[in-house]
């Protein structure tokens, strides 16, 4: 009877380990799988999140060749512009000399009525070296430009702009510009517009067209 009960016992210990075993196992199965699935989630979400991430290159790489076009096209139409302030303030310089020219040719003539005068135009004079500036002006020196003292001349330094040359080749706009974010408020009233075109005089040694229209500009130097 004893060894009856134990086998039973024994067979219900047996049964309940089994089962204990089947669930430990179908429990894991089942979180295994559930694993799997959440592990297929996440790698779309990170496939999701680098195709994003290439689109968002892509768009930026454009964004920065588009930048680059129009920063060429700036330079370009500063350039353009830069000719044009030139061009405009030496076709003005040539109308004041031949306005000159004209009133001294009337008061000529009117001098006289027996002899009329007999006006002779200027010749233009043969422009002078560039190595060979005027005694007692050192070239390249930014402060003989009218409107240039030695602050200003600084802060054109401060930028590259150290030579005539230089100086001739940047955009009154530019050199603006300078004048607002590098000087601040007490700079702003300067006016760099003929300052390309007396650099550019300087530099091809033009000191006759270079004087003229320093007498005609004047003005103070900062």
């Known amino acids: 009877m004893a060894e009856r009960f134990t086998a039973d016992l024994l067979f219900i210990v047996i049964v309940l380990l089994v089962a204990a075993l089947l669930g430990f196992l179908i429990g894991y199965l089942l979180e295994k799988e559930r694993c799997r699935k959440r592990i297929a989630l996440k790698d ?14 892509e768009d930026k790489n454009a964004l920065t060749a588009r930048v680059s076009g129009l920063e060429e096209e700036k330079a370009a139409l500063r350039e353009n512009a830069r000719r044009m302030d030139d061009e405009i303030a030496s076709l003005r310089l040539t109308i004041d000399r031949l306005e000159k020219e004209l009133t001294e040719y009337k008061d000529a003539g009117t001098a006289t009525a027996k002899e009329p005068a ?19 002006i050192k070239r390249d020196d930014l402060k003989v430009v009218v409107g240039i003292g030695p602050k200003i001349a600084t802060l054109l330094i401060n930028r590259g702009i ?5 100086l001739s080749e940047t955009s009154p706009a530019y050199l603006k510009e300078i004048l607002d974010k590098d000087g601040g408020e007490q700079f702003r009233i300067h006016n760099p517009e ?7 005089l300087l530099n091809e040694g033009r000191w006759d067209e270079f004087r003229e229209l320093e007498n005609r500009l004047g003005g103070e130097k900062v």
Do not use: D, M, S
């Not at 779309?44 to 290159?57: C, H, P, Q, S």
């Not at 150290?162 to 230089?166: D, F, L, S």
């Not at 003929?194 to 550019?200: G, I, K, N, S, T």
């Open 118 to 136: 007999v006006h002779k135009f200027a010749e233009t004079p043969e422009p002078e070296t560039a190595e060979a500036p005027h005694a007692g």
């Open 194 to 200: 003929h300052w390309p075109l007396q650099a550019r």
């Open 44 to 57: 779309e979400e990170i496939e999701g999140l680098n195709a994003k991430i290439r689109r968002l290159e």
């Open 162 to 166: 150290t030579t005539w040359k230089a």
